[in-house]
């Protein structure tokens, strides 16, 4: 049975623009329910820890290089069949194949810099909200 909760991140490049609040706001509007959030910073041995399962590939220096810039804000979401659902809702991983309306089409600009970030499956899901959040910080 698919689980209901999802991990998200709210990438730099969202975060530099000023993107926190109307992402947010997408979350609300499309049924996501905040169990868990937190505004922090990974260091690069923390990025290359949470994108370990992409070593191998080309990008993956570019990533951690990436995802290490500047603040990010870490989520934990809340819906019936959430992983999938925020999959769809949130739009391809290149914006540019994305649906206009969608988070990713609305506030990425490439495959890397694609504003947020949402697991690929109900056990990524809670490996992601493990990295980021102890029991106590969900409600
Ligand atoms: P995310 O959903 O966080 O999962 C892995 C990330 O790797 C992805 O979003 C992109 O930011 C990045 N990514 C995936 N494919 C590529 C690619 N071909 N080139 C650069 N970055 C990529």
Do not use: W
Not at 65 to 81: Q, R, T
Not at 84 to 92: K, L, M, P, S, T
Not at 109 to 121: E, K, L, T
Request: hydrophobic residues 40%; contains cysteine; glycine residues 8%.
């Amino acid at each position: 049975m698919a689980g209901n909760i999802t991990f998200t991140m709210i990438k730099p490049d969202a975060v530099a623009q000023g993107y926190i609040g109307p992402i947010l706001t997408k979350f609300n509007e499309g049924g996501y329910t905040v169990r868990a959030m937190k505004y922090t910073r990974l260091s690069r041995k923390q990025a290359e820890a949470f994108y370990a399962i992409h070593k191998e590939r080309p990008f993956f220096e570019g990533l951690v290089d990436f995802m290490s810039s500047g603040p990010i804000v870490a989520c934990i979401l809340e819906k019936e069949n959430a992983v999938e659902n925020f999959r769809e809702f949130i739009g391809a991983t290149d914006p540019a194949k994305a649906p206009e309306g969608s988070i990713r089409k609305l506030y990425g600009s490439s495959i890397q810099q694609n504003a947020v970030h949402g697991s690929d499956c109900d056990e990524n899901a809670v490996i992601e909200s493990n990295f980021f959040f102890s029991q106590f910080e969900r409600f």
